[in-house]
């Protein structure tokens, strides 16, 4: 009997924002297919449980806490998993945050910067500090993890469907200009998925139930139906894939 090749054998990835949740499951799913995978949050308590219950993957996890929202932090993680691994092969921009659900009249400048700064910025960041590499070694794949959201608008949700849209034109723009050099850029529009992030809309039984009536899968998303999908998009299998912006939704957006 033949062994399987691990798709991500070999492989160095970057999950930001992978304590919990999509980023934990993409972690997870790279690691278990041989991918040496750094993952950041801003806590390295949970950091290092996550990493202790992937202990069994074929791929190494190394923990890392970073803040994304900071400019140093983003530099000492991508210089440490220089030394640590060698150039990285895969990055994936996941962390982000919905600090501020409300009427667009209320939203304040500080709430508008941070968004920015968190759910945006940083992936600028970690791009500028990491593709130059893949540039030089003509490969690389950048996820980026967009959001319906980023597509449609939605009530009480201008900053975090602003700067989801402003990701999904990030990454068509990085896509265009580093393709040439062996560089793929794509975007995930997850629908509702049940984690932490999207818990104060999924656990009100009432919201549930008309998102679940409505989509013609009848389920609540995953975080490992996402992980499947950034798996293509990380791997060769994703070849002729870039400037994409995959939308797994269950197919929410198509009513
Ligand atoms: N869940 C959904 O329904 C849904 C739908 C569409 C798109 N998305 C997108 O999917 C991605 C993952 O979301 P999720 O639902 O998995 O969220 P989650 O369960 O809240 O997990 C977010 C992760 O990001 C980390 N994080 C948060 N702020 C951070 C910061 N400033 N610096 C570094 N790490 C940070 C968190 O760890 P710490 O708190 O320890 O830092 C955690 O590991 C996000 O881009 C989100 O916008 C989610």
Redesign the pocket.
């Known amino acids: 009997m033949t062994t399987p090749t691990l798709t991500l054998a070999g492989k160095v990835a970057v999950v930001?924002?992978?304590?919990?949740?999509?980023?934990?499951a993409i972690a997870e799913l790279f690691a278990r297919e041989g991918a040496t995978v750094v993952i950041?949050?801003?806590?390295q308590e949970?950091l290092l449980q996550a990493a202790a219950e992937m202990k069994d993957c074929a791929g190494r996890v190394y923990p890392l806490a970073?803040?994304?929202?900071r400019a140093r932090d983003i530099q000492h993680l991508v210089d440490t998993a220089h030394r640590e691994f060698g150039e990285i092969d895969i990055l994936v921009n996941?962390?982000?945050?919905?600090i501020a659900q409300e009427p667009v009249l209320q939203v304040d400048e500080a709430k508008f910067d941070k968004m920015i700064e968190?759910?945006l910025k940083s992936a600028f960041r970690f791009i500028q500090a990491v593709a130059p590499g893949m540039c030089q070694r003509g490969s690389g794949s950048i996820i980026n993890?967009?959001?319906?959201?980023g597509l449609r608008p939605q009530v009480h949700g201008m900053l975090y469907s602003m700067t989801?849209a402003a990701l999904i034109m990030m990454t068509q723009s990085y896509a265009l200009e580093l393709g040439p050099r062996g560089v793929r850029v794509n975007a995930i529009a997850?629908?509702?998925?049940q984690?932490?992030?999207?818990e104060y809309f999924w656990k009100d039984e009432e919201k549930l139930r008309q998102v679940i009536e409505t989509q013609p899968i009848k389920h609540l998303?995953q975080?490992h139906e996402i992980a499947e999908v950034a798996l293509l998009l990380a791997g060769d299998r994703g070849s002729y894939l870039t400037g994409q912006t995959l939308v797994v939704d269950g197919g929410r957006l198509l009513p």
Request: glycine letters at 18%.
């Open positions: 930001s924002g992978a304590s919990r949740g999509i980023g934990r950041c949050g801003r806590k949970t970073c803040h994304v929202g996941n962390a982000a945050t919905n968190v759910n993890i967009a959001s319906i959201a989801k997850p629908g509702l998925v984690t932490v992030l999207s998303g975080p």
